[in-house]
């Protein structure tokens, strides 16, 4: 039986063959494995495929293991990671430690961060994570950076507004995020990589000479992209920026309280838009879903405190009390 393959399978071939990290080789295969057409055909090609992402994850393990710790790894925290792009200078280390508590290294001459940096950004009463990394230039991006963005639950490309260059660091981050396809308005299942509504456009440093202009310029190049404006070191524009890195995370926060008393309107859990009652439970304690008797809601639903099934979809806001 012809295995008959798609354009799209030939070209995350490409991608594997073109590619010069075990991490980028590992999307590469995921993104094969997602596209292939599945049929009996092509059953010994996806074990075969399956077997090399298996040899390249353990690969990569032992390899973390050698050098102790994979500088670009991040652990995830907070109700989502959010990883800045930038060429040097762009402003991406001084945004995150204007809006976050971390202890960055800023400084105005480029190449000072060399490994990806994380703190913590408050907005309400959760938590989001920001991750500074590395710059790219348009002939380097640093090996392991493709991985951090590829994971990430959303992206900023930080520019400088006053550079007469800003264009071209624009133009270059997108190109960049699409052709690794990071960004990619097509993602199979399976396949590792964000929408483009998870990637913001910061234009920093608007304040100095020229910002305002420059932005416009920007606007009216690429006239579809949501292009935010900010300034680290007068605060304009970073509450707007605080709420907005918010809304792409695109989670929900559900809050939780025990049977006879007040809820716990500090520390709410963060799920999926669609999650149920039951999800919220596992989240809890992986053993509340067969202990669970019954549900009861504040917040979506008709009446305050309202039983509700299993199933009931949780919105943002709710309060949740699970009786066991």
């Not at 090609?45 to 390249?56: D, F, I, W």
């Amino acid at each position: 039986m012809p295995a008959n393959l798609t354009p799209q399978y030939y070209e995350a071939e490409e991608n594997f063959k073109k590619a010069a990290t075990v991490e980028e080789k590992i999307a590469a295969i995921e993104e094969m494995l997602a596209v292939i057409p599945k049929h009996k055909g092509t059953e010994k090609m996806q074990a075969e495929l399956k077997r090399r992402l298996s040899k390249l994850r353990e690969e990569g393990m032992k390899k973390a293991k050698l050098v102790r710790a994979d500088p670009f790894h991040v652990e995830k925290q907070g109700a989502g990671q959010v990883v800045l792009l930038g060429f040097p200078n762009a402003g991406k280390s001084a945004l995150v430690a204007a809006l976050t508590r971390a202890k960055v290294k800023v400084a105005g001459y480029p190449f000072t961060t060399t490994v990806p940096m994380a703190g913590m950004m408050p907005y309400e009463d959760v938590l989001v994570q920001l991750v500074d990394t590395p710059p790219i230039t348009e002939d380097l991006v640093p090996p392991g950076l493709s991985g951090t963005l590829r994971v990430a639950d959303a992206i900023l490309v930080v520019l400088d507004a006053a550079s007469g260059e800003c264009l071209e660091q624009m133009d270059a981050c997108l190109k960049y995020l699409e052709e690794k396809k990071i960004i990619r308005e097509d993602l199979p299942v399976g396949a590792r990589g964000l929408p483009p509504g998870r990637c913001l456009v910061v234009a920093a440093r608007v304040d100095l000479p020229g910002g305002e202009d420059n932005v416009e310029v920007m606007r009216e190049m690429w006239p579809d992209r949501e292009i935010l404006t900010v300034s680290a070191a007068t605060g304009l524009g970073l509450e707007p920026l605080r709420k907005r890195i918010f809304q792409v995370l695109d989670v929900i926060r559900v809050y939780t309280k025990v049977p006879g008393k007040e809820p716990d309107l500090k520390a709410p859990f963060i799920l999926m838009p669609g999650s149920t009652v039951v999800e919220l439970a596992e989240a809890v304690h992986r053993d509340l879903p067969q202990k669970m008797k019954n549900a009861r809601v504040w917040g979506s639903v008709r009446f305050p405190g309202q039983a509700v099934p299993r199933e009931y979809v949780l919105q943002d806001g709710d309060v949740v009390e699970i009786s066991q």
